[in-house]
C-alpha cells in the first residue's frame, strides 16, 4: 500500500463530521474548535486531508454552529457545508452530505472532527485497501488496553463481519479487545445505497454507521480492518481527553523537530505549535513556549521561560531568558534579546542588543544598536498606534522613554534617563532631563520631624 496507490487518480470524498455538541467539555464553544497545539481539533483534521491528497471534503455542523462553518471555510475554502437539523446518529450524520454522495467518487472517507491525531499515512493507506480490494468498507481498528466504552470488532475466521457497539454487545463480544476507532473509509460505488439501508433497531434509536459492515457482508460484500495505534484514534470528548490529546501531539512535535537537528534540553518542558520551524542546531532551553507562526533561525538559543508567537527570530540570536516575542517580532541574525524584554511589531537589525528590562512596540531598530536597560517605546495615546525609528549603530540609554513618533538617526546617543519627544539628529547627543537638584539636610530634617 503505497502514497502513489492512493494518488492514482482515484477521486475522493471525505465527510467529516463536526456537529457533535460536545456536552461532556461543559464550554460555550463547540468542541470541535478547542485547540491542540495552536490549532483547532477540527483545522488539525482538515489540514491531514489535505496532506493526504483528499480531493473534496464535506464538514457536517449542526444548525446552531455558524462558528464550526466558518472555521471548516477559512481552513479549506473550498469545502462544502452541510447541516444535520436533528442528531439522529452517525449514518444520518454521513447523510446529511448526500448531494455530495450523488456526485460519485472512487473512495469515500468518513472522518471525526474530534478525533484529530489521525495521520495522513494512515488516510493514504485506507484509500490503498480500497484501491486493492474488493472490500466495500474498511474500518480503522486498534487493540485497546481498557475496551470499555468501544464498539467492539467481530471477526469471523480473520474475517470482519460487524461491529457491536458495546450496550448492544453479549458478554463473549464485551470479552473482546479489538475495537473500533470510529474512522470508515467506503468504496464509492456501494457508499450511497450501504448508508440508505441502515436502519435504527438499537439500544439507542439511532442510525449507527458502524452497522454498514453487517450489511455489506449481507450482500455478499467484503469488509476490511486496518489496525493502528490505539492513540492514534483517540477522540476527545472531555477536558481530560483534550489535555491527553495534546500531550501525545507535543510529543511528536518535539521528536520532529530534535530529528530536524534542533536540541530541546528538557523536551517535556517545552511547547510548541502546530507550525514551529526550529532550524538546525536551534537550541531550546526548558519552560519555553512557541505560540502560532514562530520561524527560528540556523544556530539561535532560545533561553528558559520565554514566549513568543507570531514572531522570526534569524540565524544565530539569543533570547531571553524571561522574554516575550509578540507578533510581528522580526528579529535578524545575531540579536540579543535578554531576560524581561518584550518586543512587538518590530524590525530589529542584525547584531542589534535590548538586554535588560525593556518594552520595545511598533518600531524598527538598526543593525548593531544598543538598547539600554529599562526603555519602552511610547507607542499608543490611548487611539492609535505610533511608531518609533532606531537608526544603526545607535546608542540609546538606560531608562529612556521613547514618546512616539519619533527617529533616532544612525549612530546617535541617547542620554540616561530621557524622555525623547523630538527626532534625534545622526550621531547627535540627545538629554532630555530635568537638572538635578540637591537640598542639603533636607532628609535628615523630614525624618525629625516624623519622629517628634
Not at 68 to 73: D, F, G, K, T
Not at 108 to 115: G, H, M, Q, R, S
Not at 403 to 410: F, L, R, S, Y
Not at 412 to 433: F, K, M, N, Q
Request: proline fraction near 3%; charge should be negative; aromatic fraction near 4%.
Amino acid at each position: 500500500m503505497t502514497e502513489q496507490t492512493a494518488k492514482s487518480g482515484r477521486r475522493c470524498l471525505a465527510v467529516v463530521l463536526a456537529a457533535g455538541l460536545g456536552s461532556r467539555m461543559k464550554s460555550a464553544q463547540p468542541k470541535v474548535l478547542h485547540a491542540l497545539a495552536g490549532r483547532s481539533m477540527l483545522a488539525h483534521v482538515l489540514a491531514t486531508l489535505r496532506e493526504a491528497d483528499v480531493s473534496d471534503i464535506v464538514v457536517v455542523v449542526g444548525p446552531d454552529q455558524e462558528g464550526v462553518a466558518q472555521e471548516a471555510a477559512a481552513m479549506i475554502p473550498h469545502a462544502t457545508i452541510a447541516i444535520q437539523a436533528e442528531r439522529l446518529g452517525t449514518a444520518h450524520a454521513v447523510l446529511a452530505a448526500r448531494k455530495s454522495l450523488e456526485k460519485g467518487f472512487d473512495d469515500l472517507l468518513v472522518v471525526f472532527a474530534d478525533t484529530p491525531l489521525v495521520s495522513a499515512e494512515t488516510f493514504i493507506a485506507m484509500r490503498a485497501v480500497l484501491a486493492e480490494t474488493k472490500a466495500a468498507a474498511l474500518v480503522l481498528g486498534f487493540e485497546a488496553a481498557d475496551p470499555t466504552g468501544y464498539g467492539r470488532l467481530i471477526l469471523e475466521q480473520g474475517q470482519l463481519i460487524a461491529i457491536r457497539e458495546e450496550r448492544d454487545a453479549d458478554p463473549s463480544e464485551r470479552a473482546l479487545t479489538l475495537c473500533n476507532g470510529g474512522l470508515m473509509a467506503l468504496a464509492g460505488e456501494q457508499a450511497l445505497g450501504l448508508l440508505d439501508r441502515i436502519g435504527k433497531a438499537n439500544a439507542q434509536g439511532e442510525y449507527y454507521l458502524t452497522d454498514i459492515v453487517a450489511l455489506a457482508r449481507d450482500t455478499g460484500q467484503e469488509a476490511e480492518v486496518l489496525i493502528v495505534p490505539e492513540d492514534e484514534v483517540m477522540g476527545v470528548n472531555d477536558r481530560v481527553q483534550l489535555a491527553r490529546a495534546e500531550s501525545l501531539l507535543q510529543d511528536r512535535l518535539r521528536e520532529k523537530a530534535m530529528r530536524a537537528g534542533a536540541t530541546l534540553i528538557d523536551p517535556a518542558s517545552i511547547f510548541l505549535s502546530f507550525d514551529t520551524q526550529l532550524d538546525r542546531d536551534v537550541i531550546v532551553e526548558p519552560h519555553v513556549v512557541f505560540g502560532p507562526g514562530v520561524t527560528i533561525g540556523e544556530g539561535a538559543r532560545i533561553r528558559a521561560f520565554s514566549h513568543l508567537e507570531e514572531a522570526r527570530v534569524g540565524a544565530g540570536a539569543i533570547i531571553g531568558p524571561f522574554a516575550r516575542l509578540r507578533p510581528g517580532a522580526d528579529l535578524a541574525e545575531a540579536v540579543h534579546i535578554g531576560n524581561f524584554v518584550e518586543i512587538k511589531a518590530t524590525k530589529v537589525g542584525a547584531g542589534a542588543k535590548i538586554n535588560h528590562l525593556s518594552y520595545i512596540g511598533d518600531a524598527s531598530i538598526g543593525a548593531k544598536t544598543n538598547i539600554g536597560a529599562g526603555t519602552i517605546t511610547c507607542n499608543y495615546d490611548g487611539f492609535g498606534k505610533f511608531k518609533t525609528e532606531i537608526g544603526a549603530g545607535a546608542f540609546i540609554g538606560s531608562q529612556t522613554a521613547l514618546v512616539a513618533p519619533v527617529k533616532v538617526g544612525d549612530g546617535a546617543y541617547v542620554g540616561t534617563g530621557s524622555v525623547i519627544t523630538h527626532d534625534v539628529p545622526e550621531d547627535a547627543l540627545a538629554i532630555a532631563r530635568e537638572r538635578q537638584i540637591d537640598k542639603p539636610g533636607w532628609a535628615k530634617a523630614f525624618r525629625e520631624k516624623y519622629r517628634k
